[in-house]
């Protein structure tokens, strides 16, 4: 009988927080198949710094296996005697392509990776770590967004100073105030909180990172501060502000998660100086993240094999992308009903490389594909004959209502009328379509709101889906795209879910302008990247609130900071200045690039030869043009014809060194 083989693990890292370890996940049993839950801890050594080794039996049947090295972070909820530490996710390998060992070839006297120190995050001439997702039912992340007129004193001593800010997580259940100070009482060998990371999206770096022991500069209308902190126990979780005026600690703050209103929004909190009394307020944006409560009906979303969430192949040839599929049909006078799966085939057909839609929920939780939050339906007045059928418009009137207000039954079965039919401006229009089709029209790839599912069982599979998420905003004037909507969390994992269950092997984008839904996105799920859509500088449009998506420079930091795969900029802005591109190349972000300017061959031109993007997104693609394959179908082609090439010039069934190359 063979003897099993042995596998030597030892892999040093450069940073390792308090609570951190090193675990090793793969393709063998013993390293979890796969599922980060069930991976491999390895031990640090007592004689070399920061570095961590193990040693597992191989199976003789096994001649080679893939694994990756994770660090992970032990959490206490401590809600009870019998609770257990939950491993939480911190940071990751997220190579496209896993480490690879051939134990059949490299092992001697059946020993394998013997001398070999490994560096975590780096492989094969690429260096690639990236933020955990959230695994655990208990675990959230929380965030905190400090910026704009965050803070105001009416306290004359307090006032006119510049402050700097901080950030500390404690347990309410561990900590007390004795007179002017905070006195941590014994807490348990773990917490159940991890360090607060901040990233600064108005200065060089956004990275998120450690905080400085005094905190960092905050300036009413100038900085923009993101604290992050994950949570096994967010009922028990508190944070104090502490202000700095220099190196002296001279207010305090505090808010609690558990009394906040939902997981998104604002709250006040008082300022309270040294003297204990109340010198001013602070407003702090939040968010909480919550696990995808559908993850464990769908068990691939936590495997580690594949990643594709930080993955860009970089061509030559510039991507085009399909806006709505053919393009805007109900305020542009394009022939095909835009969002429908005829005009997602249709640009698919003529050689778009994705197609762009727009995904949002109905009433009863159906996702439905239609870029408009708000529709036109046709109501009948009363002094409508009942017993007469009328055509559209004949003896009714048209009432806005929200998407999010009709079931799915209801949109397939009322008629309705785009929003910019609103106050009579149908009869002026030169475009004829309606949302709902006319009787004559009996082909249902033309019918409006297909489901996501839908989209993706019957749209080709050669081209890629950029599906947007549309999530309402607060806008500049202070008006709100759509009040009452569901709540992040919820409409983000229902999404997920059915991409999950239909996508396959499909190559999917997320974006979305709501730059806490895209954070959402990376935080519930690894394998599929998202793009930050910014409107930018701009007189075309009602610019948003969030000054995240008013100016591309700080979408761009945004974007890196949060570790998105790109970003999806408004031509008006880049056509006018070209810094937000540098910003993105600088931390190696995908550079989409939307906007009516694209109209123009020569626009498209520009961003292709000047600006070095990655893909164009825009209406009528291929209209004009002859009918060409997209980029997907030809790399196909041409590794298939290779492969017979050299099969055909091949005197040796061996396996090619190109087929054993761990780099696409």
């Known amino acids: 009988m063979d003897q099993d083989y042995k596998a030597h693990f030892k892999v040093f890292c450069s940073e390792v927080r308090e ?6 996940v793969g393709s063998l049993p013993v390293l979890g198949e796969w599922n980060p839950r069930k991976s491999f801890p390895l031990t640090k050594s007592t004689d070399e710094e920061n570095t961590f080794h193990a040693i597992v039996s191989v199976p003789s049947s096994i001649k080679e296996f893939n694994f990756r090295y994770i660090r992970v972070m032990y959490l206490d909820p401590s809600e009870n005697n019998t609770s257990e530490p939950i491993m939480v996710l911190s940071k990751w390998e997220t190579f496209n392509n896993a480490r690879t060992c051939l134990i059949g070839v490299e092992s001697q006297d059946g020993v394998a990776r013997k001398n070999i120190t490994d560096q975590f995050g780096s492989y094969s001439g690429k260096t690639q770590i990236t933020d955990g997702w959230i ?17 105001k004193f009416f306290a004359k001593s307090y006032a006119n100073k510049e402050y700097r800010l901080k950030v500390e997580p404690f347990d309410v259940r561990y900590s007390e105030i004795d007179g002017d100070d905070v006195v941590n009482l014994p807490t348990p060998s773990l917490p ?23 905190g960092s500069v905050f300036r009413n209308d100038q900085d923009y501060l993101v604290f992050r902190t994950r949570t096994v126990s967010l009922q028990n979780l508190a944070f104090r502000i502490e202000f700095y005026h220099g190196e002296k600690r001279c207010a305090l703050s505090y808010v609690l998660p558990s009394s906040m209103s939902g997981t998104h929004g604002a709250t006040v909190s008082p300022v309270i100086g040294l003297s204990s009394a109340p010198v001013g307020h602070i407003n702090v944006n939040y ?29 030559n040839r510039m991507l085009q992308i399909g806006h709505r599929g053919m393009g805007s049909s109900y305020t542009k006078n394009i022939g095909q009903r835009e969002n429908t799966i005829f005009s997602l085939n249709e640009a698919a057909r003529r050689g778009a490389d994705y197609v762009e839609m727009d995904v949002q929920l109905t009433k009863d939780l159906k996702t439905v594909v239609y870029h408009d939050f708000h529709v036109l339906v046709a109501v009948a007045g009363r002094d409508s004959p009942s017993s007469t059928p009328t055509a559209a418009g004949e003896n009714k009137s048209l009432h806005e209502i929200a998407i999010k207000d009709l079931t799915l039954a209801q949109l397939n079965l009322l008629h309705f009328e785009h929003i910019s039919r609103a106050n009579g401006s149908s009869a002026e229009s030169p475009v004829a379509l309606s949302v709902t089709p006319s009787k004559t029209e009996t082909d249902e790839l033309h019918v409006p709101f297909p489901s996501l599912a839908q989209v993706l069982r019957h749209v080709d599979e050669n081209v890629g889906l950029n599906i ?18 569901f709540e992040q969390n919820k409409f983000v994992d229902i999404i997920l879910a059915e991409v999950a269950e239909h996508a396959g092997n499909r190559r999917i984008i997320f974006s979305c302008f709501e730059p806490d839904i895209c954070t959402m996105i990376t935080k519930k799920q690894h394998k599929y990247p ?20 008013d100016c591309s420079k700080i979408a761009a930091n945004f974007a890196a900071g949060c570790e ?5 900029f408004h031509s008006e802005e880049l056509l006018i200045d070209q ?19 694209l109209n123009s061959k020569e626009v498209q031109k520009h961003f292709r030869d000047e600006m070095n993007v990655d893909g164009l997104i825009f209406d009528r693609i291929g209209e004009d043009e002859v009918l060409k394959q997209n980029v997907f179908v030809v790399e196909n082609h041409n590794r298939s014809s290779l492969f017979a090439r050299s099969q055909h010039n091949s005197r040796s069934p061996s396996m090619s060194r190109r087929c054993m190359s761990t780099v696409e």
């Open 19 to 24: 609570w951190e370890k090193i675990h090793v």
């Open 135 to 151: 695994l655990n039912e208990k675990e959230s992340v929380v965030y905190f967004r400090i910026h704009g007129e965050a803070l």
């Open 192 to 214: 159940c909180f991890s360090n607060t990371d901040l990233s600064v999206l108005t200065r060089e770096d956004p990275i998120f990172g450690d905080q400085y022991f005094n």
């Open 287 to 315: 968010m909480i993240v919550k696990r995808n409560k559908y993850t464990d009906q769908n068990l691939d979303i936590d495997s580690m094999k594949t990643t594709f969430g930080r993955y860009w192949r970089k061509r």
């Open 468 to 485: 947007e998420i549309k999530y309402p905003m607060y806008m500049q004037d202070g008006s709100h795209e759509c009040q009452g909507y």
């Open 530 to 549: 998202v793009s930050f859509l910014v409107v930018g500088a701009t007189n075309r449009y009602m610019p948003f609130q969030d000054i995240r998506s």
């Open 564 to 568: 998105l795969l790109g970003v999806n």
């Open 579 to 597: 810094k937000p591109i540098e910003i993105a190349e600088k931390y190696g972000l995908i550079k989409f690039v939307w906007g009516d300017d």
